[in-house]
């Protein structure tokens, strides 16, 4: 899949992950990416999404909130014609607590709001609702420039760095410690 600027609307708090940022993360899963089911919580403009979709993941569930950058993303959805693509309008923690019988994910993109600390929360619903299992890897996005978001202990850091003021890192679910 060649190169596409992706469109999406002005949103309050929409920050897209940085190609630099992108780049490295892709870098860390290629050899997890291909054939693998993802999960794309607060996806924004989808660009991760998109991202494991053009590099051969399987499947791609992503869970917006917000009307108007969904649509957004389902128009580029609709454009590149991404069948393995599923968009649903609604809160991450709605989707969580409904998609319960969804089967686990093999890699989750979790990109909060990073004003409302929800990553460890968002973590341990996905355990409790078996949306993840041993060895599933999980993607984190931070503003804390020293510290890439706290965690269940029964998530162990593989990589992190930071670039500006996000620091990201790649976890791996190791199943209940």
Do not use: H
């Amino acid at each position: 899949m060649r190169s596409r600027i992706l469109r999406f609307p002005d949103a309050d708090g929409l920050r897209p992950t940085s190609d630099r940022i992108r780049e490295t993360l892709f870098n860390w899963l290629q050899n997890d990416i291909s054939g693998s089911r993802c999960l794309d919580l607060f996806a924004g403009s989808g660009a991760l999404g998109i991202e494991a979709l053009s590099r051969g993941a399987s499947e791609v569930q992503f869970v917006e909130s917000n009307q108007q950058v969904a649509a957004a993303l389902q128009d580029s959805l609709d454009e590149l014609a991404q069948d393995a693509a599923k968009l649903d309008v609604t809160t991450a923690e709605k989707w969580i607590a409904a998609n319960q019988n969804a089967g686990a994910f093999d890699i989750v993109f979790l990109d909060p709001p990073f004003d409302r600390g929800l990553a460890n929360d968002i973590c341990q619903a996905l355990v409790k609702f078996s949306l993840v299992q041993e060895n599933s890897l999980i993607y984190l996005e931070d503003s804390s420039p020293s510290n890439p978001g706290e965690l269940p202990e029964d998530f162990a850091q593989l990589r992190s760095k930071q670039a500006g003021q996000v620091s990201y890192a790649l976890y791996q679910y190791q199943g209940n410690l």
